[in-house]
């Protein structure tokens, strides 16, 4: 399984924001995330709601991956030494795949 899609797979149900490569910010509960980073939100609200006041009826949303710029976390939810660990990991996993296909 990816690394960033088992990671953002353990923030469901967190509160983050996501801003997209149009500007626009949305915070809302994360529901569901994808293979691909898509991402499923709820209780949505934007911060600028004067900019964009048909969003404030809308109470979820699905956001392609694609087109997300950041996706700005809790620092609280984040465990940054297992989250190094995990790409140190990931990336030995891939030089030995290199060194097994180099071999044959």
Do not use: W
Request: proline content about 5%; hydrophobic content about 35%; some cysteine.
């Amino acid at each position: 399984m990816p690394l960033f899609y088992s990671f953002f797979k353990s923030l469901v149900g967190k509160e983050v924001i996501v801003e997209l490569k149009n500007d626009l910010c949305v915070c809302g509960t994360l529901d569901s995330v994808d293979q691909y980073l898509n991402v499923k939100l709820s209780d949505i609200s934007v911060p600028d709601p004067d900019k964009y006041p048909h969003l404030l009826s809308v109470k979820n949303c699905f956001i392609r991956g694609s087109v997300v710029r950041y996706v700005q976390l809790p620092a609280e939810e984040v465990d940054t030494a297992l989250l190094q660990d995990a790409t140190r990991k990931e990336a030995m996993q891939g030089k030995q795949q290199q060194q097994q296909q180099t071999a044959s």
